[in-house]
């Protein structure tokens, strides 16, 4: 069989356990804090938070499901092929748990950038003078307003190249599965928060138990088709996640505010990996922590193994 040649632009990303990390230390070293307000109860939202749940989604290497625990072990006992199911039905849904459960993470860190990033929406010069019942006033539609606001030069390195394939595997589950779309009036494939509307709705159907658990194709009806790519798509869903929170964090923040940044600035070591640092960790940075530069929060010091 023919192998199938890499992409050369997502041969270029890191992988994403290690992209979830990078993002989940920039977050952790930015510290910021904005003030959200939602009917009325006001509260801080911080970058710490996004940090948490990033770092959670990164760490994350397999949410095992036993088929076993409540099959019937006699008859596995005695019948090979129940034996092979229970195997096979552990494995499949090991691996479609286990992708769930990281997107869920990467959504919840996506919940709080919408709040961290929310009060922007309303400096918007054009949003300013509309009439406060003209004004949107979920968070998730308000990001994506922001977005819509940024530049190509304040958007992720190769950022049209990953969501084109969100938005190709999305729509290979819209047309198998005909779920509905919500809070999309307007919106355009060339718009830069397309993907995120793509995004928003996932989360919803995951929230909201639309989502699929499909069957295991080895033995039920189904495809291997769609298992993997509905795999695919909570993939790619979590990369393009990743990058809307890095363009808004490049716009939207106060600097490095942790206290780890600013100790390590001070330093003066002999060998000037202080140096290192300080020149690389920058917010620049926000805009290829998902691609395999050389800076990495993993050494970040550039110490020579």
Not at 28 to 55: A, G, P
Not at 80 to 107: C, M, W
Not at 189 to 216: C, E, K
Request: with cysteine.
């Amino acid at each position: 069989m023919k192998s199938v040649d890499k992409c050369p632009i997502c041969s270029n990303f890191r992988d994403l356990p290690s992209h979830l990390y990078e993002l989940a230390e920039f977050c952790r070293f930015l510290d910021n804090r904005n003030e959200y307000e939602r009917h009325d109860v006001k509260r801080m939202v911080e970058t710490k938070v996004i940090s948490d749940w990033l770092k959670l989604a990164a760490e994350l290497e397999v949410v095992k499901i036993n088929s076993w625990k409540f099959g019937d072990d006699n008859a596995a006992m005695y019948c090979r092929p129940i034996a092979d199911e229970y195997d096979s039905n552990s494995k499949h849904y090991t691996a479609y748990s286990t992708a769930l459960t990281r997107f869920i993470f990467v959504s919840n860190a996506l919940e709080e950038l919408y709040r961290f990033v929310d009060g922007y929406y309303l400096l918007i010069p054009s949003i300013a003078k509309l009439d406060e019942r003209k004004k949107l006033r979920d968070a998730s539609l308000r990001a994506t307003v922001l977005v819509d606001e940024l530049k190509s030069s304040e958007l992720p390195l190769n950022f049209e190249h990953s969501i084109s394939n969100l938005t190709a595997t999305f729509d290979y589950y819209q047309s198998i599965f005909k779920p509905s779309l919500s809070g999309m009036k307007g919106a355009k494939v060339t718009d830069h928060s397309y993907g995120l509307h793509l995004v928003r709705n996932l989360r919803n159907y995951v929230a909201h138990g639309i989502f699929p658990i499909l069957d295991n194709p080895e033995y039920w009806s189904g495809t291997e088709i769609s298992r993997n790519k509905l795999i695919s798509l909570l993939f790619h869903a979590c990369r393009a996640s990743s990058l809307y929170i890095q363009a808004l964090l490049f716009k939207y923040n106060a600097g490095f505010l942790l206290d780890d940044y600013a100790q390590v600035a001070s330093m003066s070591w002999e060998d000037g990996y202080e140096e290192y640092f300080v020149k690389n960790c920058t917010i620049d940075l926000a805009l290829n922590l998902h691609t395999k530069v050389q800076f990495t929060f993993e050494n970040p010091f550039g110490y020579k193994c």
